[in-house]
């Protein structure tokens, strides 16, 4: 039986997307889920989301969330503009997921992807949303999950009502 210590040596050498399942597996084995609590949760997203597309809740550009969070915010700033900036070679990231959904920024904007609206997303593995590329500049695309997205559609999903089902053979 291996050690801790050679498991965590062996899980630091794996690629990004092995190491996201390592991480889910265990956090999943840790934190038991909690009906009640993602109900809660799927409430407050809705009133939340709610509120926002009524104009009813103030947001923050990314600069004014930093200045909240990173006290050396233009310090910080000021370095990243002096280092020499490489080719990019995505962009979009996938930077956050929770219970209800994921949240994606794409040229600068971040969008949230809602399960309720995107279930082919529910069940798929962390590296399945992270492994995402572009159709067309506004087109998202996941390969493996067989599922692309506009943009236009998390802009406005009031535009968009209809909602594509995958029916089961």
Same mark, same amino acid.
């Given at each position: 039986? !291996?050690? @801790?210590?050679?498991? +965590?040596? /062996?899980?630091?050498?794996?690629?990004?997307?092995?190491?996201?399942?390592?991480?889910?597996?265990?956090?999943?084995? +840790?934190?038991?889920?909690?009906? @009640?609590?993602?109900?809660?949760?799927?409430?407050?997203?809705?009133?939340?989301?709610?509120?926002? *597309?009524? &104009?009813?809740?103030? @947001?923050?550009? $990314?600069?004014?969330?930093?200045?909240?969070?990173?006290?050396?915010?233009?310090? #910080?700033? *000021? %370095?990243?503009?002096? %280092?020499? /900036? &490489?080719?990019?070679?995505?962009?979009?990231? =996938? @930077?956050?997921?929770?219970?209800? &959904?994921?949240?994606?920024? #794409?040229?600068? *904007?971040? $969008?949230? #992807?809602?399960?309720?609206? $995107?279930? !082919?997303?529910?069940?798929? *593995?962390?590296? !399945?949303?992270?492994? =995402?590329?572009?159709?067309?500049?506004?087109?998202? $695309?996941?390969?493996?999950?067989?599922?692309?997205?506009? %943009?236009?559609?998390?802009?406005?999903?009031?535009?968009?009502?209809?909602?594509? /089902?995958?029916? #089961?053979?």
């Amino acid at each position: 039986m !291996e050690t @801790t210590r050679a498991i +965590l040596d /062996h899980a630091i050498n794996m690629p990004p997307a092995e190491k996201f399942v390592i991480i889910e597996g265990l956090l999943n084995s +840790l934190d038991e889920p909690n009906k @009640t609590i993602d109900e809660i949760w799927a409430i407050e997203a809705e009133k939340r989301l709610k509120a926002y *597309k009524e &104009g009813n809740l103030k @947001t923050l550009t $990314y600069e004014e969330d930093a200045l909240r969070h990173v006290p050396n915010y233009i310090q #910080v700033q *000021k %370095l990243m503009n002096s %280092l020499k /900036h &490489g080719k990019p070679i995505l962009t979009g990231n =996938v @930077t956050n997921i929770s219970n209800i &959904g994921f949240w994606i920024l #794409v040229n600068d *904007k971040e $969008y949230f #992807v809602p399960f309720s609206n $995107y279930p !082919e997303f529910k069940n798929a *593995k962390i590296d !399945e949303i992270f492994n =995402v590329q572009f159709l067309s500049p506004r087109q998202l $695309y996941w390969q493996s999950l067989d599922c692309d997205i506009e %943009l236009d559609a998390l802009e406005a999903p009031e535009r968009f009502p209809l909602r594509f /089902h995958r029916q #089961v053979v």
